[in-house]
């Protein structure tokens, strides 16, 4: 190969594998949207006097097409407002199904959003393209599929706007990926024909048009800015869950310390209440030492028979000895000492005259 061609087919390759990490949103097929030459373009003009719905439906292409197990419907999506209801298909007259209709089955798409219009695809398609696929459910197998319909059905809160839808490469396709019918890939494949079905505070047009290469770098254009604004957020987003985890932290250790300055309050406020055991020995002692202080001795007179006797308290050194004795002892001192005592302090009134 020449140079000059080698460095070409470098160009263009880069370009290509650029264009398709923009536009690029896998699906679980592994497809990704491809959007070129032609494409559909539904624009809606929304009119309300409240906040609430608007819709609108419109058939452009009859098809008659029996469905069949593994069939999915595939196509690239464009929406230009990030809310719900933009950028989805439909289809009316389905006999024995419930509401006569695609939107109705329940079914979902590869994303798990579901067919009704009223769902969210804005994660997706918002300001970039994405390959749509829907695996058609098991309760339409066997019928037909009369006509092809792109639809709007949102309920945003402004009353008066206007929105945009892209749409390129619908097709049907079976479970290997092969085409089995192609509904639109560019203009040879729609002959202009709509039919307005359902419509609700708007009013839509829908038209053929081609991309030209300002489109493309348009497109390229706000992908990036849309990847910048998603990096953005997530970095706000993890900052934010940082800090929160750092708040909870702080707001623990305050709590920690709320709680240890509650204990040591409650302590201190116990201990001036109640006095220590050794305060209470103290007083108990005090208490002792002047009730024996304060005691004056004490005698007592009492007849035995007829001599008249005086019970006198025993002599200081008489009643010390006595007690040395029991306290060396042990029990059977401590009983003769209790005799001993008796015997000291009993005298007849005799011997206490004789004594004085």
Not at 100 to 118: A, Q, W
Not at 145 to 161: G, I, K, R
Request: glycine share 8%; hydrophobic share 40%.
């Amino acid at each position: 190969m020449k140079p000059a061609k080698r460095i070409f087919a470098t160009m263009a390759l880069a370009f290509l594998l650029h264009a398709s990490s923009i536009f690029g949103v896998s699906a679980k097929s592994g497809d990704k949207p491809d959007p070129s030459g032609d494409y559909l373009l539904f624009t809606v003009i929304v009119h309300k006097t409240d906040p609430g719905l608007a819709y609108n439906f419109v058939t452009f292409k009859t098809i008659g097409y029996t469905m069949e197990k593994g069939d999915k419907i595939e196509y690239d999506v464009w929406i230009s407002r990030e809310e719900n209801g933009w950028g989805f298909i439909d289809s009316q007259g389905i006999p024995d199904v419930v509401g006569e209709n695609f939107r109705d089955s329940g079914g979902t798409d590869d994303r798990g959003v579901g067919l009704h219009p009223g769902h969210d695809m804005s994660e997706y398609a918002f300001g970039q393209w994405y390959h749509r696929v829907i695996e058609i459910p098991e309760v339409f197998w066997g019928k037909e599929m009369p006509v092809f319909q792109v639809s709007m059905h949102a309920t945003s809160d402004e009353l008066e706007y206007t929105g945009y839808a892209m749409y390129d490469n619908i097709v049907i396709t079976n479970r290997s990926g092969e085409i089995k019918l192609v509904i639109f890939r560019d203009a040879s494949d729609w002959d202009g024909t709509t039919v307005q079905s359902h419509v609700l505070n708007s009013s839509s047009s829908l038209e053929c048009l081609s991309f030209t290469q300002d489109d493309l770098d348009e497109f390229v254009a706000a992908a990036e800015a849309r990847m910048a604004e998603a990096i953005a957020r997530e970095a706000s987003r993890a900052e934010a869950e940082a800090n929160k985890g750092a708040s909870r932290e702080q707001a623990s250790i305050a709590a920690s310390i709320r709680q240890s300055e509650q204990e040591i309050e409650e302590a201190a406020a116990k201990s001036e209440q109640e006095p220590t055991r050794a305060e209470e020995t103290e007083a108990a002692i005090e208490e002792a030492t002047t009730e024996e202080k304060t005691e004056s001795p004490k005698s007592e007179t009492t007849d035995i028979g007829e001599t008249e006797t005086e019970i006198v308290p025993p002599d200081k050194n008489g009643s010390g000895a006595i007690l040395a004795i029991c306290f060396a002892g042990g029990g059977f001192a401590l009983v003769i000492a209790v005799i001993l005592l008796a015997l000291t302090g009993i005298r007849t009134k005799d011997e206490i005259d004789n004594l004085g």
